[in-house]
């Protein structure tokens, strides 16, 4: 596959999906590369060469090779001239992309920490065999990403996308873990916030969400 | 027309931002907003950042929020080589770094800062040793990766500063001011680069803002 780029890691990975949400929605030529969690391949010298954190993804462009998914996901989009989804309207748009630079943001610092414990004692857990929920973690960050929720109600009370009109980065990098919730009984937290629904409901029916939801474990469709 | 800053110095997310504006030379002016009356929490504030932090910056009409977003803003609108926007593969390495020091150094560093500066100084508690010690286990194996990383190149990205850089600082000066600056002892080139950011023109005169606002 000349020319194609190359992604370390397994879908079942949120940040993963969202890199490969992006090279879907960027129509990229792409492999997706195993990484043996199970067996601590993420921590072999190999792994380690492309991703000094021992964390997936990892990505690769011929001789570039980069790490954390937000930086990989913006190299995608700005390599495949997909530059509204890094929320410029036209050439240059300052205040378009900085829009979706805050709510890409908002998703690395207030979402995803509360998501990804939630996700965490609630699926991952049993699904690599890691022990039982702990059910005061759970309630703790339940409680977190209800008022995280909460401002996204309001936000998508005045625009369909976070960043504004145009969908962009910055909900893209919302599918992974929300994914996940979706299976939990902690779906409510979505379900009972009327914007925020019609908003993932947005997201799920994109074609490039849909490729990457058949690769990802479990998980629930709804509607 | 003067962009403006919402909060006060001493944040290292606020200072952040100042010190891309100091780099690019705009004009700007400070707005503190004073948590001890709860004044984030606000209608006024919330109605900038609905997460009730700071910064926020209002430029115009546009009002945005995160350090890291607004500090992007702040060097693309004035074509800061601090982004490196001309080239693909050396942008995507200041982004690789700036998430690095976002989920790697900041996250550790933040509970560091918390337990040892403003626990015991402004709400008369005791720094709970044990979560300090985990989260300087967290930040000696970012250190270790760091060193490697400069032993290949003069800064995070390449051979070029850059944003990346610069976001470590105010945490970093925090650090310095903690009882396990001595952490840095450990790893040469490391404490050389923080040594070489926190000499910048720019950085220096943040630094000055974050004492006199302390």
Same mark, same amino acid.
């Given at each position: 596959?000349?020319?194609?780029?190359?992604?370390?890691?397994?879908?079942?990975?949120?940040?993963?999906?969202?890199?490969?949400?992006? #090279?879907?929605?960027?129509?990229?030529?792409?492999?997706?590369?195993?990484?043996?969690?199970?067996?601590?391949? /993420?921590?072999? &010298? *190999?792994?380690?060469?492309? /991703?000094?954190?021992?964390?997936?993804?990892?990505?690769?462009?011929?001789? #570039?090779?980069?790490?954390?998914?937000?930086?990989?996901?913006?190299?995608?989009?700005?390599?495949?001239?997909?530059? =509204?989804?890094?929320?410029?309207?036209?050439?240059?748009?300052?205040?378009?992309?900085?829009?979706?630079?805050?709510?890409?943001?908002?998703?690395?610092?207030?979402?995803?920490?509360?998501?990804? @414990?939630?996700?965490?004692?609630?699926?991952?857990?049993?699904?690599?065999?890691?022990?039982?929920?702990?059910?005061?973690?759970?309630?703790? /960050?339940?409680? %977190?990403?209800?008022?995280?929720?909460?401002?996204?109600? &309001?936000?998508?009370?005045?625009?369909?996308?976070?960043?504004?009109?145009?969908?962009?980065?910055?909900?893209?990098? *919302?599918?992974?873990?929300?994914?996940?919730?979706?299976?939990?009984?902690?779906?409510?937290?979505?379900?009972?916030?009327?914007?925020?629904?019609?908003?993932?409901?947005?997201?799920?029916?994109?074609?490039?969400?849909?490729?990457?939801?058949?690769?990802?474990?479990?998980?629930?469709?709804?509607? | 027309?003067a962009m403006k800053v919402f909060g006060q110095p001493m944040s290292t997310n606020v200072a952040r931002v100042l010190v891309c504006l100091e780099e690019v030379g705009a004009k700007y002016e400070v707005v503190p907003v004073d948590f001890a009356t709860a004044e984030h929490?606000s209608?006024?504030h919330?109605?900038r950042n609905?997460?009730?932090q700071v910064p926020a910056l209002q430029?115009?009409?546009?009002? #945005?929020f995160?350090s890291r977003?607004i500090s992007?803003?702040v060097?693309? $609108? @004035?074509?800061?080589?601090?982004? $490196?926007?001309?080239?693909?593969?050396?942008?995507?390495?200041?982004?690789?770094?700036?998430?690095?020091?976002?989920?790697?150094?900041d996250?550790?560093m933040a509970?560091i800062i918390y &337990?040892c500066l403003v626990l015991p100084v402004y709400f008369g508690?005791?720094?709970?040793? $044990?979560?300090?010690?985990? /989260?300087?286990?967290?930040?000696?194996?970012?250190? &270790?990766?760091?060193?490697?990383? #400069?032993? %290949?190149?003069?800064?995070?990205?390449? =051979?070029?500063?850059?944003?990346?850089?610069l976001s470590h600082f105010p945490t970093a000066y925090y650090l310095l001011a903690t009882?396990?600056a001595?952490?840095?002892?450990?790893?040469?080139?490391?404490?050389?680069?923080i040594d070489g950011v926190l000499a910048r023109p720019a950085v220096v005169k943040v630094i000055e803002m974050m004492k006199a606002s302390a």
């Open positions: 596959m000349a020319g194609g780029v190359k992604v370390y890691g397994v879908a079942a990975s949120p940040f993963v999906a969202t890199v490969l949400v992006c #090279l879907e929605e960027a129509g990229a030529d792409y492999e997706l590369v195993a990484v043996d969690m199970a067996a601590r391949e /993420n921590r072999s &010298q *190999h792994h380690l060469a492309r /991703n000094p954190f021992g964390k997936i993804p990892a990505f690769e462009d011929g001789e #570039l090779t980069l790490f954390e998914s937000r930086a990989i996901s913006r190299y995608v989009l700005r390599k495949y001239s997909r530059m =509204d989804l890094l929320g410029e309207e036209g050439d240059g748009d300052l205040e378009g992309s900085a829009m979706a630079d805050v709510w890409a943001e908002v998703e690395a610092h207030q979402y995803s920490p509360a998501i990804s @414990n939630i996700v965490r004692e609630c699926v991952i857990k049993q699904m690599i065999g890691a022990g039982g929920r702990n059910q005061a973690v759970v309630d703790e /960050n339940v409680e %977190r990403l209800g008022k995280v929720l909460d401002a996204y109600e &309001q936000r998508l009370s005045e625009s369909e996308y976070l960043a504004g009109r145009l969908v962009t980065v910055a909900d893209l990098s *919302h599918f992974g873990f929300t994914w996940f919730l979706m299976a939990t009984e902690y779906a409510s937290l979505v379900e009972s916030r009327a914007n925020v629904k019609a908003w993932w409901e947005r997201l799920l029916a994109r074609p490039a969400v849909k490729k990457v939801a058949a690769l990802m474990p479990g998980g629930v469709t709804t509607g | 027309m929490k209608p006024e919330t109605s609905p997460f009730g430029d115009g009409d546009l009002v #945005l995160e977003a992007r803003y060097l693309r $609108k @004035n074509s800061s080589e601090l982004l $490196k926007e001309g080239s693909l593969a050396d942008s995507a390495r200041v982004d690789v770094w700036l998430e690095v020091e976002s989920h790697h150094f996250r550790p509970v &337990q508690g005791k720094t709970d040793e $044990k979560v300090v010690e985990e /989260n300087l286990e967290t930040l000696r194996k970012t250190f &270790q990766v760091y060193e490697d990383r #400069l032993s %290949r190149s003069t800064y995070l990205a390449g =051979d070029f500063i850059s944003l990346a850089d009882p396990h001595g952490m840095l002892d450990e790893f040469p080139r490391v404490k050389a680069w």
